[in-house]
């Protein structure tokens, strides 16, 4: 069969050479043409950088960008394409971010909770401060209902209240930070003991509606005669009162011992931050300040502003005077364990304060044996208006006597 090559390129007078040239000149044409793309992209690039370096020089002489640029800026407004059409940026939380402040009464914690208030608004995290004053004992179950409130609390926040320590862990729910604030225990006393009868200079008839239930003979007897007689008011168990903030919840907590005594430690080592005491605030305030400063950033100077005095002048508890010195003997050695956890707060806290290389702005008195004679000039009162009140006695038992 004859094959028909009427169509094919050499029947048309045209070679092998003549498709190569052909061929050759596409190709330098093509050629030509990238190179020329390719150096106008150059060029291009180079101009670019030159503008970005030159107006980054420009940037810097003048402090900022261009006039023109921010007002182009406030023309198409701060928020990008991402702003609008993409997630949200995650919020970045400080750490800790979950705090508990298990405040003790009558141990400046109205003075913290009103720099807290002011905190709260200027930082913004968020600072939940319980009205539940009378109740430091909860069973199981009141327990478990708290800490998951307490947990369910948004993200930074300070949660506040009187109420004894309080295990997360032991039921399976993450443990926040604790701070607190301790104070020595027989000021403490005197000051809750005046304070329960008279109240403050904020109102005279201030401590009727406090104590509305108290007897008169109650209300006036003689403290040095509370203390040498043994009343229940000046007695344990009612004078161990600060170990069991620490201590916890269990039953034993409230027993004036060694036991209670050295968990109140062991919680204080392993889930406080920080235990000031009340006799060098502005130094618990500085350290607070160095260690949660997402929360407590100025708090000092807040702490000495004028405005901020002002509410202490009416808050010093009226009526108070120092017992005779055989009355705070007896009341010492009664407190014994108190005095003892006391002790190891301050040490720890002023170990603390060496080792974060903080210079104390607070002068603490010696605590030799003739702290006694001076006991109530020892420290400022605090703001403590909702005071925890020791209601576990009945009102017809005052009287009655206990066992030191």
């Not at 509305?212 to 007695?235: A, F, Q, T, W």
Request: with cysteine.
């Amino acid at each position: 069969m004859m094959k028909n090559f009427s169509n094919s390129p050499l029947h048309n007078n045209q070679t092998p050479n003549h498709i190569r040239d052909w061929n050759n000149k596409k190709f330098g044409f093509l050629s030509a043409v990238l190179l020329r793309f390719s150096l106008r992209g150059y060029g291009f690039c180079m101009a670019s950088l030159f503008i970005f370096c030159f107006g980054s020089l420009f940037y810097q002489l003048n402090g900022g960008p261009p006039n023109i640029l921010l007002d182009i800026r406030q023309y198409l407004g701060e928020s990008t394409y991402l702003d609008d059409h993409g997630p949200p940026a995650p919020r970045v939380l400080p750490f800790p971010s979950q705090v508990v402040y298990n405040r003790v009464g009558k141990c400046g914690s109205r003075t913290v909770v009103i720099l807290l208030r002011l905190l709260a608004e200027r930082h913004q995290f968020n600072l939940v401060s319980s009205d539940i004053h009378n109740k430091t004992r909860l069973t199981k179950h009141e327990q478990v209902d708290l800490m998951r409130n307490i947990s369910n609390i948004p993200q930074p926040f300070l949660y506040t209240r009187h109420v004894h320590f309080l295990n997360f862990t032991r039921f399976r729910i993450e443990q926040p930070v604790y701070i607190n604030i301790i104070r020595d225990p027989i000021n403490r006393f005197l000051s809750n003991y005046f304070f329960r009868r008279f109240g403050d200079w904020r109102g005279e008839q201030n401590h009727l509606i406090r104590t509305p239930g108290m007897k008169g003979e109650e209300r006036y007897l003689d403290i040095n005669v509370c203390i040498l007689e043994n009343y229940p008011e000046c007695s344990n168990p009612r004078l161990f009162y600060i170990i069991p903030y620490f201590c916890g919840q269990h039953p034993q907590c409230r027993e004036p011992g060694q036991w209670a005594l050295e968990r109140a430690k062991q919680n204080v080592l392993e889930n406080f931050l920080i235990v000031g005491i009340l006799e060098e605030l502005e130094d618990v305030l500085l350290l607070l300040e160095r260690l949660l400063p997402h929360y407590f950033t100025d708090v000092l100077n807040i702490y000495k502003s004028p405005d901020y005095r002002k509410m202490g002048n009416m808050t010093g508890t009226v009526r108070k005077h120092t017992p005779t010195l055989e009355a705070l003997q007896v009341l010492y050695h009664r407190m014994r364990y108190e005095y003892n956890f006391y002790n190891f707060i301050r040490d720890q806290f002023h170990l603390m304060k060496k080792k974060i290389g903080l210079k104390s702005v607070s002068r603490p008195p010696s605590h030799q044996a003739s702290f006694l004679r001076d006991l109530s000039l020892r420290t400022p009162e605090p703001l403590d208006e909702d005071e925890e009140l020791e209601t576990d006695l009945e009102d017809d038992d005052w009287l009655g006597v206990c066992g030191s």
